[in-house]
């Protein structure tokens, strides 16, 4: 953890050393879709697909809000290492339209909330008149994860519980993230972007997900 930390802070120093040009300094915020992926997930995806719509799995609508440095290393490329919360997870929603249970309105609901703080250090390449691209590793930590239960019946909650399950993943997740954006001569930005995890989440190895995030933000460059 330390080593990373240190090869991390290290590589940015030397970035900006490097960099005669003037650096600067934004704020971004916008809305996460994620989701996880893996063989294990894929056979609960199998498994819901046979219960003819009964039950759905669904990605998790969050947020991510943060700041970000701008290194110039030229007229075209831009060191840009980042720190952001974001907020990521997964979902099953289930309405039970079976005969006997449809008039009830049955419903119920699993689904775990994960909190990060996202590290991402990424090359931004100025491609033509305010069109950029990015690509770069991301380093995330997870703060905390919980998992929230919901039951109920003819509109009436019957089970509403979170429960604490952040000891059951991995506190560190190394991944990939890469986008397109478009910045105005304001400094005013606009970015879609994705996030691809490359670590276990599970953290005693029992199934195989990974983090999987499609995003769209808003950023301001001062």
Do not use: C
Not at 55 to 74: A, D, F, Q, W
Not at 97 to 120: C, E, F, M, T
Not at 205 to 212: G, P
């Amino acid at each position: 953890m330390m080593k990373k930390i240190f090869a991390v802070t290290l590589f940015t120093v030397t970035m900006v050393n490097a960099s005669k040009a003037q650096v600067s300094y934004g704020i971004r915020s916008g809305v996460n879709y994620a989701t996880w992926d893996g063989e294990d997930i894929q056979i609960i995806e199998d498994l819901v697909d046979k219960t003819e719509g009964y039950i759905v799995t669904k990605g998790r609508t969050g947020l991510h809000i943060g700041g970000y440095v701008n290194i110039p290393l030229s007229e075209v490329f831009v060191f840009e290492p980042g720190l952001a919360y974001s907020k990521k997870g997964y979902s099953l929603k289930g309405d039970f339209q079976i005969p006997v249970l449809k008039y009830l309105g049955v419903n119920a609901r699993a689904q775990v909330q994960s909190h990060y703080i996202d590290i991402p250090l990424v090359m931004k390449a100025n491609v033509y008149k305010g069109i950029q691209v990015y690509a770069g590793p991301q380093i995330s930590y997870l703060v905390r994860s919980t998992l929230n239960a919901k039951i109920g019946i003819l509109g009436i909650t019957l089970f509403n519980r979170g429960f604490g399950i952040t000891e059951r993943f991995n506190k560190m997740d190394v991944g990939l993230t890469g986008g397109v954006g478009y910045e105005f001569e304001n400094g005013l930005n606009v970015r879609a972007g994705y996030d691809y995890g490359l670590s276990p989440l599970d953290k005693n190895d029992n199934y195989a997900a990974y983090n999987r995030v499609a995003k769209i933000s808003v950023g301001f460059s001062f």
